[in-house]
C-alpha cells in the first residue's frame, strides 16, 4: 500500500484548505483511515480518523468543528477539510492507515504512511 498526500500550502488564519491522500493497492476500502500532523519540536498528534464501513468518525478537540474528514473508497482516496484555520495549526499533515480502528490516537496504531505535506497558516 502507497499513501500520497496533497493539498498542502500557506493559508492566512480563518481560511481553509483541503488535503486529500491517495491510495494505492488493493487493500484501502477495509481500513480505517486518520490524518496526523507534527509541528516542528513536537511530536506527532492525531488529528481525524474514520471508519471504513459506516464512515464513523473521531477528531482530536482543537479541530472538532473547523475540520472535516471524508472517504470515497471507490476512489481509494480520504481528504480533511480545514476551515478556519489558526496558526497553532501549522504542521505536516499525514494520512495513515489504521492497523485496526481508527478510533486509536497513537501513531503506534498505523502501520502505512504517506509522505506528510505541509500546511503553513499566517496569522
Known amino acids: 500500500v502507497q499513501l500520497q498526500a496533497s493539498g498542502g500550502g500557506l493559508a492566512q488564519a480563518g481560511g481553509s484548505l483541503r488535503l486529500s491522500c491517495a491510495a494505492s493497492?488493493?487493500?484501502?476500502?477495509?481500513?480505517?483511515m486518520g490524518w496526523f500532523r507534527q509541528a516542528p519540536g513536537k511530536e506527532r498528534e492525531f488529528v481525524a480518523g474514520i471508519s471504513w464501513s459506516d464512515g464513523s468518525r473521531r477528531y482530536t478537540d482543537s479541530v472538532n468543528g473547523r475540520f472535516t474528514i471524508s472517504r470515497d473508497n471507490a476512489k481509494k482516496t480520504v481528504a480533511l477539510q480545514m476551515n478556519s484555520l489558526k496558526p497553532e495549526d501549522t504542521a505536516v499533515y499525514f494520512c495513515?492507515?489504521?492497523?485496526?480502528?481508527?478510533?486509536?490516537?497513537?501513531?503506534?496504531?498505523?502501520?502505512?504512511w504517506g509522505q506528510g505535506t505541509l500546511v503553513t497558516v499566517s496569522s
Open positions: 495513515a492507515r489504521a492497523v485496526g480502528s481508527f478510533a486509536v490516537v497513537r501513531p503506534e496504531g498505523y502501520d502505512y
Open positions: 493497492g488493493r487493500t484501502f476500502s477495509n481500513y480505517d
